[in-house]
């Protein structure tokens, strides 16, 4: 019998690019369109109307191969996002305001979560998991903000710039390095079993921060300034760049983490330079979020399940969106009106903090891969982190104002 792997990927781009282009019409994100894909090819939309084609094309015997390169597309993904993570201009100037900002808006949804657990759990919570773990996972996948959707949200409206932009962006920055280290000790928390596994995996992170951050980054830094003066990495950087990469991303796995944690620190070390950012986008970020990214929402998809839209589940997501989106917007204002800023901007900051998008669908794989949550919360959670970034856009235009808006649009045209 022939394997469907060719087959799958023609399916899966398919889908995923013409919902990407359907969603971008409507003024949201391309990845918004391309995680609502995913769910589209799983048993809720595909399998629920026509069965027999559906297994047919994604037997469960074949779907090592797209685990393999949903793998391989993440730990690239996250590779970028690390290298690309840095202060924006202006924020070491406000770093007060965005250090209110990321405190608050991480501190309201987790602490919303943890009061909401107790009803969760029993509902949620696979069998054997304990509720500490449970509690402690959901606060977090509630607190993230992903950085690289706010990124491109406020670049395609002209406000990467702005006051509102740049203070965004340096909250998500600082926001998403501290909710990335809560999840790795919540992940080797079940992993590891409990106290003892934590302190593992909290010594084999430092150890590997250490040696990335004392070995690797001078000595990359050297590599590149040596062979790749003008940012254009060759084909043997490029490959010195991939070794270490996916070395760390291997790391990581051998302490019962995740590999994107290992790919997000190498990024990380990488220096700030821009025409090596570009060199790396064109190169890696271009066939992990063509290519590889969309097999990821479609396996994520395939992981999904209708119970999660009947009966008692439907109050229990009502919840969830409840404390998600209030805790980020409410805690990001207060954090940019403790600053100084005024209520208008204070909560286009807040509904900028609100985006979640494909950083909470990794955590949520994270999370569904450790056991942490079963198919019902990863689909009520990846609902939550679809709706919480379709509202982006439209919040963000009625905090901004109408000027802000109408700019917003033109913007959107150019695209």
Known sequence: MHSPLLLQLVVILSVARLCGLLLKRFGQPAVIGEMAAGILLGPIVFGAALPQAHAALFPADSLAGLTSLSTLGLVLFMFVVGAELRTPDGVRAQLRAAGWVSALSVVLPFGGSLAVAPWLYPQLAP?????????????????????????????????????????????????????????????????????????????????????????????????????????????????????????????????????????????????????????????????????????????AGLRTTGDAFTGTALAAMAVILVVAVTGKIVGGAAGARLSGHDWRDSFATGALMNARGLMELIVLKVGLDAGLIGPQAFTMLLAMAILTTVMTGPLLGLFAGRAQAAGDGLARNRA
């Open 127 to 299: 069998a054997g998991v304990g509720y500490w773990p449970f509690a402690l996972f959901l606060a977090t996948a509630m607190s993230i903000t992903a950085f690289p959707v706010l990124a491109r949200i406020l670049k395609d409206r002209g406000m990467t710039r702005s006051r509102v932009g740049q203070l965004a962006l340096g909250s998500a920055a600082i926001a998403d390095a501290a909710t990335w280290i809560g999840l790795a000790l919540v992940v080797a928390l079940v992993g590891q079993g409990g106290e003892g596994g934590v302190a593992r995996a909290l010594i084999g992170l430092l150890a590997l921060t250490a040696l990335v951050f004392g070995l690797l980054k001078p000595l990359y830094a050297w590599l590149l300034r040596t062979h790749a003066r003008d940012g254009e990495p060759s084909a043997m950087v490029l490959a010195a760049l991939l070794v270490g990469l996916l070395s760390c991303a291997a790391l990581t796995e051998w302490l019962d983490l995740h590999a994107v944690f290992g790919a997000f620190v190498f990024g990380a070390c990488l220096p700030r330079d821009d025409r090596l950012l570009h060199a790396l986008t064109a190169r890696l970020e271009h066939v992990a979020v063509v290519l590889l990214m969309p097999i990821f929402f479609a396996l």
